[in-house]
Nanobody
């Protein structure tokens, strides 16, 4: 059974940082394309970032480019999202997801999803 479990969410003031983790079981994340999505209340889910399995194969939405970084630790079977210079508009539930190796720049085709972790940024 595949499970993705996010952690690291919380409340932070604008300008602060958080690091989200996504630990996997039942699947080897290093062999998959991985991504982070977010959904704010009343808004559609937004594709934040995606990463292929090769170094440097990353995509970021314009809204987070230069502030967020996706990374992997294959030994720990974990994906991270480092979020710096947080803004109130980053407030959302953040989800990690994985799909069979494919285009990491698109939000489609994700098969496995975590349960989400809340990030709240106050001004």
């Amino acid at each position: 059974q595949v499970q993705l479990v996010e952690s690291g969410g919380g409340s932070v003031q604008a300008g602060g940082s958080l690091r989200l983790s996504c630990a996997a079981s039942g699947v080897t994340l290093g062999r998959y394309t991985v991504g982070w999505f977010r959904q704010a209340p009343g808004k559609e889910r937004e594709f934040v970032t995606g990463a292929g399995w090769s170094v440097g194969a990353t995509y970021y939405a314009n809204s987070v480019k230069g502030r967020f970084t996706i990374s992997r630790d294959n030994a720990k079977n974990t994906v991270y999202l480092q979020m710096n210079s947080l803004k109130p508009e980053d407030t959302a539930v953040y989800y990690c997801a994985a799909k069979f190796p494919s285009d990491f720049t698109t939000p489609t085709g994700y098969t496995y999803w975590g349960q989400g972790t809340q990030v709240t940024v106050s001004s």
